[in-house]
């Protein structure tokens, strides 16, 4: 299948400052060897803003008390039951407000139903511990796309979100062949229209294409070196037969649908022959041709090369291939695809903590949006009133989808461009579109806030200073500030311009004075409007530097 036929979303022009060829120069001699440098805040902010949203003074801290390889092992932890989205829309007359929609009767009221689950997601993003869950779950969402609109069922959409978080730490080849028979998936490349008779071979493309062993260097018209068409008619066929049911939800196999013959596949496989099978053994045969893909090398290489740039950086090098993707994938493979050790490798590596890969990605506006609200401490409304908590979960993921990135939605079946479209990759982020939203989403934050249903969702600039060490000393303030709201250090010039920001042409005192005098009268409305003005003003400039847009 062309990108094109699942491309019907807008995307605005990368800026004419992007990326138009990559460098050769190699950006880091560091492999996956252990890190054996510090072990600090800078060191943990940058492990949490990879591998959670945003980065909180409290989880710092909690990591900081023990090692590099606790912190590791507690991101990689297995985490609670996040229960299911519930109805909050009257006009969803199939279910009950308060009450889950996933078993509803009806694939009706999609609409507030998907809803529902982006908010549930959002909510479940931001109320997240120190845990890789979300972020891995997101990923999967990039890696095996389905969009929400094609598959036309939000309970069929919720469970293939819950199939990624189940499996989202867990073993690839078993996601693969989960994905493959899954409904949504069934239905949004078409493999629920596959049959022997009529073959269809969208899956059986994007399955060698974009899910797993990956194209390779196009060596003649339909020889991609990793796979020929020879080989994605030939995996249609053996994938002919199962459906998806609308009301079970599950999906079956339909013997009299499969093309029981044999499949014969090219050298790019080892012209491995894939055995037909007749009646419900034909199902198996999923099976064989997955231990046909996992078994090829470059079917490691390209999960891990996935996960570089999901993680670490968009651009791969000769070097970086060699010092970092291979071993990986060595891993992968000697693991039978499990994919924890391979996170461990790769967060433990001197690669991942060298100052290169520290600060050098542009945020996608998930990061951006639910990493605002983590890193400064932002109160939602109690799950007490269930509607004023699910709008206002609403609010972060819709502005997450102004900035281009909608929860469930990729733009195309190869997933946001920002993760493949070479030479710009995560430059794409940034457009003349995007970027005073980006400022408008945090000026508002910093200042007026968003308010429904009786409830401000604004950062409160107090609540975020009372975290840092000295909070009357505005030199301690800003060098703290920065140390959470930026992932590489400022220079002293941009200190002393942030500085003139909270106290224009006054002496460090000035400030001191007013804290302490806030402080003995902190419910003295004059005094805390004083100090919360300045406050904002210093969080919005601080939010609307370049450094900010990184992590």
């Known amino acids: 299948m062309d990108l094109e036929q699942h491309s019907g979303k807008s995307v605005s022009a990368p800026s004419k400052f992007a990326n138009k060829a990559l460098p050769h120069v190699a950006r880091s001699l560091a492999g996956i060897e252990p890190y054996t440098g510090p072990w600090g805040v800078d060191q943990a902010a940058h492990l949490l803003r990879r591998t959670t949203f945003g980065v909180r003074r409290a989880d710092v801290e909690s990591l900081l008390a023990g090692s590099l390889d606790a912190a590791v092992t507690e991101l990689l932890s297995t985490q609670p039951d996040p229960g299911f989205p519930l109805t909050t829309s009257a006009s969803d007359t199939g279910s009950v407000i308060g009450q889950t929609w996933v078993n509803a009767a009806t694939s009706d009221f999609n609409s507030v139903r998907l809803t529902s689950l982006r ?47 189940a499996n989202a730490l867990g073993n690839v080849r078993t996601l693969a062949k989960l994905i493959t028979i899954d409904c949504a998936m069934l239905r949004y490349l078409n493999g629920n229209t596959n049959t022997g008779a009529s073959p269809n071979e969208n899956y059986g493309r994007e399955l060698q294409e974009l899910f797993t062993v990956g194209k390779g260097p196009e060596i003649a018209p339909g020889n991609y070196t990793n796979y020929t068409e ?28 499969h093309d029981a013959t044999n499949k014969q596949f090219s050298s790019a496989y080892g012209s491995t022959l894939i055995a037909g099978q007749a009646g419900t053994a034909g199902a198996n045969e999923v099976d064989a ?41 060595n891993i992968l493979r000697s693991n039978n695809y499990e994919i924890v050790p391979v996170l461990q490798a790769l967060f433990k590596s001197a690669h991942f903590f060298d100052p290169v890969n520290i600060g050098c990605l542009i945020k996608n506006p998930i990061d951006l949006t639910v990493g605002n609200m983590r890193t400064c401490g932002v109160q939602f409304p109690p799950a007490s009133t269930l509607a004023a908590e699910y709008n206002h979960w609403k609010y972060i993921w819709s502005q997450a989808e102004t900035l281009q990135q909608l929860l469930h939605d990729p733009p195309n079946v190869a997933g946001w461009p920002a993760y493949y479209q070479t030479p710009q990759f995560h430059e794409l982020w940034i457009n003349s579109d995007t970027l005073p939203k980006r400022k408008t989403f945090t ?24 975290q840092v060490s000295d909070p009357s000393d505005p030199n301690v303030l800003i060098a703290e500030f920065s140390q959470y709201l930026f992932p590489v250090a400022i220079t002293d010039n941009q200190k002393a311009f942030l500085k003139e920001t909270l106290i224009p042409g006054l002496p460090d005192y000035e400030w001191t004075m007013e804290w302490n005098d806030y402080l003995l009268t902190p419910n003295d409305p004059t005094k805390k409007a004083a100090v919360s003005s300045k406050l904002q003003s210093l969080l919005r400039l601080m939010m609307s530097m370049a450094e900010y847009q990184l992590m």
């Open 443 to 466: 000026d508002t934050m910093g200042s007026t806030g968003y308010r429904v249903t009786s409830f401000t969702l604004v950062i409160d600039p107090i609540a975020f200073l009372l």
């Open 289 to 329: 041709l997955l231990d046909m893909i996992f078994i090829q090398q470059e079917t490691a290489k390209y999960f891990c090369r996935k996960l570089y740039r999901w993680f670490v950086y968009y651009l791969i090098d000769d070097t970086t291939e060699a010092n970092v993707i291979v071993p990986l994938a």
């Open 119 to 165: 908010c549930w997601w959002t909510g479940l993003m931001l109320n997240q511990g120190v845990s890789l869950l979300e972020k891995m779950t997101l990923f999967w969402q990039n890696h095996f796309v389905t969009e929400s609109d094609v598959v036309g069922d939000a309970r069929m959409v919720y469970m293939y979100n819950a199939l990624l978080r």
């Open 230 to 257: 020879q080989d994605v008619k030939a995996a249609a066929r053996v994938l002919s037969g199962w459906r998806d049911n609308g009301t079970t939800l599950q999906s079956y196999f339909t013997a009299s649908r």
